[in-house]
């Protein structure tokens, strides 16, 4: 099975502030990797796939970049509504995994 | 648009059965596999396995093989998936989510979640 790593596993931030997460795969999963938003009791929201497209209808400050068997997801100027949980996942083999998941909360 | 819903809550005694269900709506529900992610309370997400509606094939997690089983009813658009000799490491929330490409693996709408109690 494909590992999954993400650091940090939870950062403060302030609003407009520019934050990355980091996402490391254990083998080559060239850009088969998708990146999850989940707030508290809802379900994940797909934000980024492909490693690098966005999703239709999330803003233009979420990017992704990397290829391989490293990632990272940005957010250029943090809203309010973007303090969550960030997960990514593998899509490159069976079994689906993925990585611990990262808290944005607020500083 | 696309919309996926799930059964009510469950609270189930050890060693029991449960059967959740996820109805599509928006989309030909036979041309893209359905995931089954699960996460335990304050933990991560867990890929459980996917069925494809239009065969009724099935791949599961190994951890879950034997006791997992996912079936569908094309008539009513709607995945069910089943988790038997339940413990209470499966209090869960339990997503059924919609593959993006019929098989990639990259799920673009998920369910609510439906929460497993497993309690004697």
């Given at each position: 099975d494909i590992q999954m790593t993400q650091s940090p596993s939870s950062l403060s931030a302030s609003v407009?502030?520019?934050?990355?997460?980091?996402?490391?795969?254990s083998q080559d999963i060239?850009?088969?990797?998708?990146?999850?938003?989940?707030k508290p009791g809802k379900a994940p929201k797909s934000l980024i796939y492909a490693a690098s497209t966005l999703q239709s209808g999330v803003p233009s400050r979420?990017?992704?970049s990397g290829s391989g068997t490293d990632f990272t997801l940005t957010i250029s100027s943090l809203q309010p509504e973007d303090f969550a949980?960030?997960?990514?996942q593998q899509?490159?083999?069976y079994p689906l995994t993925f990585g611990p998941g990262t808290k944005v909360e607020i500083k | 648009q696309v919309q996926l819903v799930q059964s009510g809550t469950e609270?189930?005694?050890?060693?029991a059965s449960v059967k959740v269900s996820c109805e599509a709506s928006g989309y030909t529900f036979?041309?893209?596999?359905?995931h089954w992610v699960r996460q335990a309370p304050g933990q991560g997400l867990e890929w459980m396995g996917w069925i494809n509606p239009k065969s009724g094939a099935t791949n599961f997690a190994h951890r879950f093989s034997g006791r997992l089983t996912m079936t569908r009813d094309t008539s009513i658009s709607t995945a069910y998936m089943e988790l038997s000799t339940l413990t209470s490491d499966d209090t869960a929330v339990y997503y059924c989510a919609r593959d993006q490409d019929f098989w990639s693996g990259c799920s673009d709408h998920w369910g609510q979640g439906t929460l497993l109690t497993v309690s004697s």
């Open positions: 407009g502030d520019r934050v990355t997460i980091t996402c490391r795969a060239t850009n088969f990797l998708v990146w999850f938003q989940q979420f990017s992704g949980t960030y997960y990514c899509y490159h083999s | 609270v189930k005694k050890p060693g036979t041309d893209y596999y359905m």
